[in-house]
């Protein structure tokens, strides 16, 4: 008799084992990363260079991967709307986003208390240095020409954009002006949500200057509407070589960059991010993307997710020190 009951205890134990297995399946294949629609968050306007490294991104991740990656764009507060979406989202896995050098910024300006350490870092996928443009019909034919109007107009009388204030170009454009001798606010700074809008303001005359990167405004170049007198790096960009650099120009030996890259929410399952950080060095490698970047002037530069974070936790204190000999940190 006893032998029975043990066999009967035996049988209804495997049989309850079995009905958790059957139980467990579904939850299992539901794990699965990604069953469904992933949000990739752009933190700066539709037509710039941010949103435009994020659509090849999603349209590349979207065709190894098997499921739609929708960019949407959440602008507003120099970048502090899209951050925030990104770093607030489930950290599942399904809402990630573009992280731009604003992120290593903001909060020395007391715009947020976001810091690079609160996302997962997923993938840098890109970096470049800004350019110095100009509307087609302004009186300026070289940089020299627009560096003399500059030190000789009051303070406040030219007008420049490109992101918000105390964005990357703005940076880049105060930057500039203290190395020329002049104070940062010499060249009044008009805040914009991404460099497309920017340039879609110096075509019509709104501002004289927009210092984003020559890619953002190659559109408006190519249409004729702006002309880009130079940039501010080391070395020409082989894709705009007629471009010279501030250094062979204006002797002035100035360089900063923006950089873009994939982060989620803190919290996000290690093998979620490994295999996100896989599809992104894949599609970093892929020829659609190399061609697309190339064809614009993008420059590129990848690094996986702890090279990621290492790179952002290093840009963010040369930002503290180059924000703060700007006057733009505050204490």
Known sequence: ????????????????????????KPALAQAQWPSRPVTLICPWGAGGGTDATARIVAQLMEKELGQPFNVVNRTGGSGVVGHSAIATAAPDGYTIGMLTVEITMMHHQGLTELKSTNYAA???????????????SSP???????????????????????????GIWHLALIGWLVAMGLKPDHVAWVPSNGAAPGMQDLAAGGIDIVTCSVPEARAMIDAGKAKSLAIMAEARNP?????????????????????????GPKGIPADIQAKITASLKKAFESKDYQDFMNARGFGMKFADGPGFAKFMEEGDKAMAAAMKAAGLAKA
Do not use: C, H
């Open 239 to 263: 894709q705009f070589k007629d471009v010279p650099t501030l250094n062979e120009t204006l002797g002035i030996n100035y360089s900063v960059g923006a950089w873009r890259g994939i982060g």
């Open 1 to 24: 008799m006893t032998d029975i009951i043990t066999r009967r205890g035996v049988l209804a134990g495997a049989a309850a084992a079995g009905a958790a297995s059957l139980i467990a």
């Open 140 to 166: 300026y034919k070289d940089i020299k020409a627009l560096a003399d109007a500059i030190k000789a107009a009051p303070p406040g009388k030219l007008k420049a954009s490109g992101t918000g204030q105390g």
């Open 122 to 136: 997923l993938g840098l996928m890109n970096e470049d240095p800004p350019g110095v443009q100009v509307s087609a």
